[in-house]
């Protein structure tokens, strides 16, 4: 782990600080992806990037964050003694992203098709997930 610290280190500080993929779609846009909705074409190489390179299940369970937070707020706001509003709230935020994770690979195949992108094959089941 040092190594890897050392080595970004050594390198200039433009090539250190994370960049925005080319084609991102901004803060706006990415909201809309993250609730659900189709972006146009212009987007296909980054919703294609989102959805299948590395990390592409805790992007999922950071976009499912977007959703559930605010109606997990919107219950703490709600009348009642602090220990229901809390235990509401996080049974939602839990019970959301448990779902999320379960039928992770589900919801991505179903983003994918939306977007018109190819479902790539699970090494399990040797085909794409969700096909017949």
């Not at 809309?32 to 999922?60: I, K, N, P, Q, S």
């Not at 991505?108 to 090494?123: I, K, N, T």
């Amino acid at each position: 782990m040092a190594y890897a610290f050392h080595q970004a280190a050594a390198r200039p500080a433009s090539v250190v600080g994370m960049t925005r993929l080319a084609g991102d779609p901004g803060v706006v846009r990415w909201l809309w992806f993250a609730l659900g909705f189709r972006l146009t074409a212009e987007y296909r190489d980054w919703v294609l990037h989102e959805l299948t390179d590395a990390g592409w299940r805790v992007r999922a369970l950071g976009r499912q964050l977007v959703v559930l937070v605010p109606v997990a707020g919107a219950f703490l706001a709600l009348p009642g003694p602090w220990s229901l509003r809390i235990g509401i709230a996080a049974l939602i935020i839990f019970g959301g992203l448990l779902i999320a994770a379960t039928y992770g690979d589900s919801l991505r195949a179903s983003r994918l098709r939306q977007h018109r992108l190819p479902v790539p094959e699970d090494p399990d089941l040797g085909r794409p997930t969700d096909s017949a």
